[in-house]
Nanobody
Framework: QVQLVESGGGLVQPGGSLRLSCAASGSDFSINAMGWYRQAPGKQRELVATITSGGASNYADSVKGRFTISRDNAKNTVYLQMKSLRPEDTAVYYC???????????????WGQGTQVTVSS
């Protein structure tokens, strides 16, 4: 069993920056890909960024050039550095990981509980 815990959300002014973190914990597991998603009120959850175990990353067009995803494999932690934040970035941000439990062939999607990011004057 694997759990993800996000942190770093909060209130920031337009143009400001925040860094989100997400740590995976449990026993007898490994993590493959990790990513960040977000969901604003009344909208569908959307992909923000993903990163493979080797460090290859992908971004949604709306955040490309402003957000950076990174990971520390030794700590089973993924980060999302957000800069030049806009009001439209306001959403609950969710961490996601593809986890493999010891002895299992297939990975499982694991989700964090989410952290609120609000961009407002």
């Amino acid at each position: 069993q694997v759990q993800l815990v996000e942190s770093g959300g909060g209130l920031v002014q337009p143009g400001g920056s925040l860094r989100l973190s997400c740590a995976a914990s449990g026993s007898d597991f490994s993590i493959n890909a990790m990513g960040w998603y977000r969901q604003a009120p009344g909208k569908q959850r959307e992909l923000v960024a993903t990163i493979t175990s080797g460090g290859a990353s992908n971004y949604a067009d709306s955040v490309k050039g402003r957000f950076t995803i990174s990971r520390d494999n030794a700590k089973n932690t993924v980060y999302l550095q957000m800069k030049s934040l806009r009001p439209e970035d306001t959403a609950v941000y969710y961490c996601n990981a593809l986890a493999l439990l010891t002895g299992e062939i297939f990975g499982y999607d694991v989700w964090g509980q989410g952290t609120q990011v609000t961009v407002s004057s």
